[in-house]
């Protein structure tokens, strides 16, 4: 985590931020500014453009940390403009908006147009907003709100307006208040087309000395033991080519030495944090029982898939399985189906339960990593420390950062805690007791509750 400072809409702001949080998660979540919208997460639809220092930035793809220092302005931030004070009177004259989704973003690019392009033709017009999508309006209202604009300011120019249209072009920001920038650094710059102008030559050239490299180092039979084991490593995070091809090498001198590379990789893999994904969530739970007696549990998939409500499995093989488990929460209902398997380091007592399937309802697919450690407090009591690292793709993506379903996670963590300690009260040789059921609106207007209350500053 690191303290990220902004000045946002005017106001200075500092809160914790993930490396990997995106600006638009910052200001909605962090900030509480919600006007900002998150629609496709991968830049394409534009709902999420604000501006950072003056220019129009998608904030789903600009992290929050890249952003130190900066001046954002969300559709907040707009009260005293004189540009946007013409544009949402348009909007509204010309019907420009219906669910009012995309219109944030809209805005937005529209001032920039109005801003950087005074005698913009409806052609012209329809070029800059070809990056903002809308599926309601059939874009007929937006443009003509944008052209009704840019035709009421050549017929009667506005000295506000022309200000901040001078400030652009000698490039001081055309942002509604003066920007206090970082001393010594230049202004964000968002991304911008480029031509590719290293020949292909060069990259082959590359490849050449690479794999020359390469020959230097070893001889051809260890290059291609060291190319089998590196096809192993990047299909394996945390084991590198050169510990894979290593291995590789100690299993043709001998079998006993294969068997502990072996054992080293799998130890490495369980040792390993969880891959890079999109979002992580931490939680954890504690337990009145050994750590042994915690572990033999954990490394059990059958006995933990019992303590999950809503997961069964259908094939189970060793530390593999296959199986589904369906979640509801809210107006958010998912059946997932697919496959996993279990890295474990019983000396550590450390494992990553890694898996990937695919929604039934909405087509949405996921993949994610569950890592926990089992860590003795004393000789009858223990920690359970776990970390989901997780991507979602499709319809149910827009969720996946909400703040909302974070605590869901979390309290789905306590719940499966206590389910497992419920299984391990159980004398020996009773037939394990069902999962507790989940019950999803107590849960999600428990999570509400306890946003409130922390929220006005009586919760934790």
Request: include cysteine; charge should be neutral.
């Amino acid at each position: 985590m690191s303290l990220v400072t902004l000045e946002v809409n005017g106001r200075k702001v500092t809160h914790e931020a993930p490396a990997r949080m995106h600006l638009g998660d910052f200001l909605r979540d962090q900030v509480r500014l919600t006007g900002t919208h998150l629609g496709c997460e991968h830049g394409v639809c534009g709902a999420c453009t604000v501006l950072v220092d003056g220019q129009p930035t998608r904030s789903c793809i600009a992290f929050a940390v890249a952003c130190e220092g900066r001046q954002v302005t969300t559709i907040e931030g707009y009260e005293d403009d004189a540009i946007m004070r013409r544009l949402r009177a348009a909007f509204t004259a010309h019907h420009a908006l219906q669910c009012g989704y995309c219109t944030p973003g809209m805005l937005t690019t529209a001032r920039d147009i109005v801003l950087r392009l005074p005698d913009a033709d409806e052609a012209r017009v329809r070029v800059e907003l070809s990056g903002n999508l809308c599926r309601c309006t059939g874009y007929m209202g937006i443009v003509a709100a944008v052209m009704s604009v840019l035709r009421a300011l050549r017929e009667d120019p506005d000295e506000q307006v022309e200000a901040l249209r001078t400030n652009a072009a000698q490039g001081r920001m055309g942002v509604p208040e003066p920007v206090r920038g970082v001393p010594g650094e230049g202004t964000f710059k968002g991304f911008v087309p480029v031509m590719d102008t290293a020949p292909a030559a060069a990259v082959d050239a590359a490849n050449v000395m690479a794999r020359g490299a390469a020959g230097k180092a070893a001889s051809q039979t260890a290059t291609a033991m060291a190319t089998t084991a590196g096809g192993a490593a990047s299909a394996q995070p945390g084991l590198t080519a050169s510990d894979a091809a290593s291995g590789a090498a100690s299993g043709s001198a001998s079998g006993s030495a294969n068997s502990s590379a072996n054992s080293s990789a799998a130890a490495t893999r369980a040792d390993a944090k969880p891959a890079a994904r999109g979002n992580r969530i931490e939680g954890g739970f504690d337990l009145p029982f050994p750590a042994a007696t915690v572990w033999a549990f954990m490394v059990d998939l059958p006995a933990v898939a019992g303590c999950l409500p809503g997961a069964v499995i259908h094939e189970h093989h060793d530390d593999r399985v296959k199986g589904g488990i369906a979640i509801k929460f809210g107006p958010m209902s998912a059946a997932f189906n697919g496959a996993a398997r279990l890295d474990r380091d019983d000396a550590a007592m450390r494992a990553v339960f890694r898996g990937a399937g695919q929604d039934t309802l909405s087509q949405s697919r996921a993949n994610g990593d569950i890592s926990y450690h089992v860590q003795a407090v004393d000789a009858d009591n223990t920690r359970v420390d776990v970390e989901l690292a997780y991507s979602l793709q499709g319809p149910l993506a827009q969720f996946s950062r909400s703040g909302l379903v974070q605590d869901f996670v979390r309290r789905m963590i306590q719940n499966f805690g206590n389910n497992v300690a419920a299984r391990l009260r159980q004398p020996a040789g009773e037939a394990p007791l069902p999962a507790a059921p989940l019950n999803p609106a107590a849960l999600f207007f428990s999570i509400i509750w306890g946003r409130i209350k922390r929220l006005f500053g009586r919760g934790s």
